[in-house]
């Protein structure tokens, strides 16, 4: 596949990485900007999910933008799913959807160590944020029935060029995520006595870290790409 | 894969097994030298007290007190003896220290320092139970040279270590008999009352154990803790008040401390702090000192209160408080005198110059020039403020070159044999990657690699090398051996780790480069990524000392993880697959059907998390241990016949009603004497129900004379199976009775647990692309691995010594008969794990893939039992304790080496036997029983 930075699909993902970046960028900020890390598992006191969020949200807003070039060339059933897009029924399951993965990584969490009787509104948030980097984007790309598709099937046939290229760097983002977030959990043992190792801290912060690396990565990869396409236009 | 070996293993595995071993003992040997004194020249010590101080005359003092008592309370923590626990002692103790106690925290190594004034090695702890080696010197002898009376009662460990030192002795017949409270301490106390009449001795040793009995069956908290103390209290009393007793000191102690759970070995400050508390008559009350000192300082403080030579070996400081009552000359005398010891050791030790140009020496000259010009207005008794001035300039001279010493000593005491330990270490890793590469290129191993066979030519050639490597070890003085047998003894494990190197540096060079660069070697086992990194994970952790503290987190997140995973891994492709036939319709009552479809698997790691929270579930046990022996008979139900099952559940009720009359579930409230006599008619009967489980279960296996009718019954089924059947559910049995009470779910928890993992690793196995059935071995095995090591430490297992439970030993016992004591703790310890090998195997050998829809696979997938699963397993069990092997010798200098690290390699090598034995008895049924296969 060849890709220049003048090509849409390129300017796409390069916004699309930046976005992603500036927004861990504003968690990072705004983390040192409140010094004490111990209010990160509050929901109400931190900005960490809000922010995320909001990242998340230009993200989709994003590739909504460039898929706008793409409206003449869509297929029927493509034309249907965006048509469907507001309709409640779609809200409602992505909703629902959203609810139950965050009941899941809650489940996750308690499995792994959580405090089962206790810190429930710290496994709340890390769960909430959880979701919000790995399922959410999906869902407000497509709607709850086009995500749940996205994660069973090969490849629907509904998904448009430009959700395809957001697909592909969600996916960078979830995998980091999570694994950041499991890796967290590393220095929980370790006897240092720290007030950061208290337990949602390590996990939200080794999922920001985890996203940020993803996307490092996925960055990297793009602009591999584009170099490489360069240097042979340059010798031929 | 038509060229799937299915050999049997067993053999080689056995064989490495058995070289792992040898190699692990030799490096245990060479890390902890059993004694390490004998091997510095004590004798260039001086023994006699020093007489004269540059030209000045100098008399040691007399004893200054005519009787001495020792009155050790085994356990006797820090915080035990308080204004309302012992209020006697408390209230006229003229002094109360503390005092550090140096691990091992155990018996043995305890009384060792108190009397010799040495640290002791850590391998002492293993030394504790059974064997113990005479003292070469001590207090004691000392005091027998002078023909003082020394009379003692109490633990037997004392005669044991000192055989002839005593006058008289009434010691305990049985101090590891932990289910005797108060018997051994009434003849203590018997013994006390009739000594306190006689008069004649000069030090009377009393030595309790009904505190440290207490703890280890009833825990830190157990109420006769309290009762027991009160006792104790009473004898310091009687002591106290009685008429003989008039110029006395006596000296109340423990050897060591008691962690919270009541056991002690470790390095908490529970167990590492005793109180030190003295008495005697119109003593002048100091307040309270909190200083510390350590338990080495009682023995020179003691030889010069007992005016004797300090012991050789002892490398201990003075206790200043301890001689307030000498005069200011002979207080001067003991300072100069424990400096000038230490200094002596140093000179041994390090050398005269290095002595001489160090700090401590021109403190020390400092100190003696002002002795000697103290010692002139010291006689005259000159209370001029100058002389008090000189005085204390020396004596804190004199205690800082003693401590600086002390502090030197003990750090050069740790010695380590670097031959034995290369040759451990070397054969160690050698055999475990030798087996881990056989396992890797199971396919290929024999006839391209050449791991399986004995080759004559290389072992020939590694005899040669061995034999050089052993001259000229013993030529550079680096293997050290005392006779020529041993030294012949030591050829064999170099010769096997030579040879082994050999196989294994050719295997890889092999695999790097393969002589057919067009074909590289396969693996033939396949390694999937998750299942390598938790692994790797889990042995590279080991490198950290809170990682080992709290090895339980890595295991239980590790563990789960894996378990999550592949289930998770698992359900969508299964939501995925059924989503393709129907394309793309209804995929929410897809997605709920499949994880209805896989709702156990949920339950189960539910239970797991919940089992972490078992040590709070103490008030409702009662319930839980009949919900769970109901829980565990019905699982054993699946491998047991009707009558067998009968049996089972009787032996079970017979537990309850054990359990019951010990007072530790709900049950008919007896009177003692009945309830103990009844305690026995019990054990007797669950061990005949036991008895009969185990015959029934072989009768079915092994039918005789009935060959024409089982004929007709059609193919008879493995007898191999139905033997490792019934000994697996015996075992299960008797574990049952010997497991606490609220851990007594664990067993069923844990039959549940591997059965659904089992069955989850069989339907990821089928949703894989391309479906092998080794990788279902592969992941089975390691699941298993992963879940036994859980439920080891859901039992409250730790990697510190003192959570090993004693209590199952002594059940149904009236004595302490070591071989039977060992084998309980053993099992109780390490049932988990035991049960997680013989469990796997079983189901190996009776699984059945049909059920998830593999016909073809089924023959060549319960052969694979001893062809693939024990040796991998073996291999799994052996690489990690090598690695660890390898991190102790990194690690040898470390601060935690012998806190962390030690108990740890001692639990890793001790894991290794005890999967050897249970492999060795599975391996023997194979060989005897397998002909059907």
Known sequence: MVSRFDQQKTKHQLFHVSISLATILICMTYMQYRRNWAHLGSFWDSLIVPIVFFGELLKVILARFFGRIEDGVLTVKQRQKKAAYFTPRELLGGLTLQFLCTLLYAFICIILGAPVLANYEQTFVLSLLMTLLTVSPTVFLLGGGGALQVCFCEKPDFITKCEDTALHLFKYNALGGILGAWAGSVVAPLDWGRDWQVYPIPNVIGALLGSALGNIYACTHVLYMCGRVYMSKKRS | ?933
């Open chain 2, 1 to 933: 894969m038509a060229m799937e070996e299915h050999k049997s293993r067993l053999v080689y595995t056995f064989y490495m097994l058995t070289l792992f071993l040898c190699g692990a003992v030799l490096f245990l040997i060479g890390f902890f030298p059993a004694s390490y004194s004998v091997a510095e020249q004590e004798s260039s010590v001086p023994i006699d007290r020093p007489t004269t101080l540059h030209g000045e005359k100098l008399e040691p003092p007399p004893s200054s007190y005519n009787s001495f008592i020792l009155l050790l309370i085994d356990a006797l923590r820090n915080d035990f003896p308080s204004e309302s626990t012992m209020p006697v002692s408390h209230e006229r103790a003229c002094l109360k220290l503390s005092l550090h106690v140096d691990i091992p925290t155990v018996t043995m190594p305890r009384l060792k320092s108190i009397t010799t004034g040495t640290l002791s090695n850590f391998i002492d702890i293993a030394l504790n139970v059974g064997h113990t080696e005479q003292v070469e010197d001590s207090l004691l002898h000392r005091l027998k040279q002078r023909d003082a009376v020394v009379s003692f009662a109490g633990d037997h460990t004392w005669v044991h270590l000192f055989p002839s030192e005593f006058t008289r002795k009434a010691e305990n017949n049985d101090s590891f008999y932990v289910n005797d409270f108060y018997e051994g301490d009434k003849n203590v106390t018997r013994t006390l009352e009739l000594e306190l009449e006689k008069e004649d001795w000069k030090l009377l040793i009393l030595h309790y154990l009904g505190l440290d009995h207490i703890g280890h069956v009833e825990g830190h908290a157990s109420p006769k803790i309290n009762h027991k103390l009160k006792e104790m209290d009473d004898a310091v009393k009687k002591i106290l008040d009685h008429k003989n007793m008039e110029n006395y000191l006596l000296l109340l102690t423990g050897d060591h401390g008691m962690a919270d759970g009541g056991g002690h070995g470790g390095n908490t400050p529970a167990e590492t702090s005793v109180p030190l508390y003295l008495y005697s008559k119109n003593c002048s009350k100091y307040a309270g000192s909190t200083k510390r000192y350590n338990q080495i300082d009682l023995t020179p403080t003691l030889a010069l209160l007992l005016s004797v030579e300090i012991p050789t070996m002892s490398i201990g400081c003075l206790i200043p408080e301890m001689l307030q009552t000498l005069t200011l000359e002979q207080q001067m005398y003991a300072y100069f005198y424990n400096a000038h010891h230490l200094l002596n050791k140093a000179r041994v030790k390090f050398g005269h110059e290095s002595v001489r140009r160090s700090d401590y020496f021109g403190w020390y000259q400092n100190a003696t020039l002002l002795h000697k010009n103290l010692l002139e207005p010291l006689r005259l008794g000159d209370g001029s403020s100058a002389s008090k001035v000189h005085y204390e300039n020396a004596k804190l001279n004199y205690l800082r070159v003693a401590r600086e010493i002390s502090e030197q000593l003990s750090e050069s005491l740790v010695k380590f044999d670097y031959g034995l330990i290369a040759v451990g270490l070397a054969l160690a890793t050698a055999t475990s990657l030798h087996i881990v590469l056989n396992i890797l290129f199971l396919d290929v191993a024999t006839e391209q690699l050449g791991l399986d066979i004995l080759k004559l030519g290389q072992l020939l050639l590694s005899l040669v090398i061995g034999i050089m490597l052993n001259v000229v070890g013993h030529m550079l003085d680096q293997l050290m051996t005392s006779s020529m047998l041993q030294s012949l003894l030591l050829l064999f494990p170099i010769v096997a780790s030579v040879y082994l190197s050999i196989d294994v540096a050719q295997a890889l060079i092999k695999i790097a480069l393969p002589p057919l660069y067009a074909r590289r070697l396969k693996l033939s086992i396949p390694l999937p990524l998750p299942l390598l990194l938790c692994y790797a994970i889990r042995t590279f952790t080991l490198g950290s000392s809170s990682f080992i503290e709290f090895e339980y987190k890595t295991w239980y997140y590790l563990g789960n993880t894996l378990i999550l995973l592949v289930a998770l891994k698992t359900l969508r492709r299964r939501i995925t697959k059924a989503n393709v036939e129907l394309d793309g319709r209804h995929l929410h009552k897809i997605a709920s059907a499949c994880l209805w479809q896989q709702r156990k698997i949920f339950v189960v790691l539910i239970l797991l998390t919940l089992m972490r929270y078992l040590h709070r579930l103490s008030s409702i046990k009662s319930t839980l241990m009949l919900f769970s022996l109901l829980l565990f008979w019905a699982r054993l139900r699946k491998f047991t016949d009707t009558p067998q099952a009968i049996f089972n559940g009787i032996a079970f009720m017979l537990v309850y009603s054990f359990r019951g009359l010990n007072g530790q579930v709900q049950f008919f409230v007896l009177p003692d004497q009945l309830a103990s006599r009844y305690v026995l008619a019990l054990l007797v009967l669950f061990w005949c129900c036991l008895a009969l489980v185990f015959v029934l279960g072989y009768r079915t296996a092994l039918p005789q004379q009935q060959s024409g009718q089982s004929l007709l019954d059609g193919p008879p089924k493995s007898n191999l199976l139905k033997l490792l059947q019934t000994n697996l559910t015996c075992s299960l049995i008797l574990t049952a009775l010997l497991y606490k009470v609220q851990n007594i779910v664990l067993l069923p928890t844990l039959l549940i647990t591997l059965d659904e993992t089992y069955k989850l690793c069989e339907a990821y196995g089928t949703t894989v692309r391309k479906f092998s059935v080794r990788l279902v071995h592969v992941y089975k095995i390691i699941m298993t691995i992963f879940v036994a090591r859980m439920f080891y430490f859901y039992q409250g297992n730790s990697n510190s010594l003192s959570t090993i439970d004693l209590t199952p030993g002594y059940i149904g016992q009236t004595s302490y008969n070591p071989v039977i004591v060992g084998f309980f703790v053993t099992l109780n310890t390490y049932s988990a794990e035991i049960h997680s090998f013989l469990y796997l195997i079983v189901h190996t050998l009776r699984a059945d893939l049909r059920s998830v829809g593999i016909i073809q696979s089924l023959p060549s997938y319960a052969k694979a039992a001893d062809s693939i699963v024990a040796p991998l397993y073996a291999a799994l069990v052996m690489l990690p304790a090598a690695f660890y092997l390898c991190l102790m010798v990194g690690f040898r200098y470390h601060l935690f080496i012998y806190s962390v690290f030690s108990p740890k390699v001692l639990y890793d090598c001790y894991t290794v036997l005890v999967f050897y034995l249970v492999f060795l008895s599975t391996s023997l049924y194979f060989k005897l029983f397998k002909r059907d296969a």
